[in-house]
């Protein structure tokens, strides 16, 4: 069960779903402390807020609970077996809550790993991020007898600590539709990869494609096998939040 939990938690922070992981975490805390009626609370919750957050990224929506499942089940995205499962399942852990003395170990076990079954349904709708990777080998041709860079191979550096590093040593989360890039160290977002605004932004990234990379500091994309690269220079408003 921990690689399960450790996958889990994994794809939450990939995907910025924090509130959803805070849950799954006193689940996870209420199952080593054996409060088992806790534990089925919190793991209701997990999946509750988990699929509030699927809505609001598949569709944009805001409603939550019942509704936001029924409007995921409406639009096709949970087949309708899928969403009676769930239903069922929020329906026999909501009835063995927090009250004392309503759930035993096995049977708030069983829930438990229930629930983190249900959660792969869930994560399963969630689309991958997209990265700088996706958007160059969609977008671009390499010149004959060589090939395209990877997130291993391009490059960057972080404007706080100045360190140069390759995309696949940052963090990559979730910050609403955008795919943000973290210093390795912490220090701040270094690439953020969105869909273009409405209007040009002057100085906000470079559009490839149905994407803009925003990237603070020079980002240098080595075309293998080739002598010379591609440098995409820094964008002077590539993090700003406003115009």
Known sequence: MNKVLEDIVSRLKR????????????????????????????????????????????????????????ELEDSVL?????????????????????????????EAKGRFLAGLGIAYIGLALIPELIRVEDIIVGNLTAPEGTSLPTNGEMYTSCPTCKEKQHLNEAEVVRDGEDTVYICRNGCQPIIVVSTPESEAWPGRGYRIGTHVIRNAEDLNLPIIGATKGVLIPASRAALKKKR
Do not use: C, P, Y
């Open 78 to 106: 949970l087949q309708e077996k899928e969403a009676r499962l769930i239903q069922d399942f929020m329906a026999v852990a909501g009835g063995a809550g927090s009250h004392a003395g309503v759930s035993n170990a096995d």
């Open 15 to 70: 995907q910025g779903l924090d509130e959803s992981l805070n849950h799954l975490q006193q689940a996870k805390s209420a199952f080593e402390r054996s409060e088992w009626e806790s534990l089925n609370s919190q793991i209701r919750s997990f999946l509750e807020s988990l699929f509030n957050n699927i809505a609001m990224i598949r569709l944009k929506s805001t409603k939550k609970g019942g509704i936001a499942r029924k």
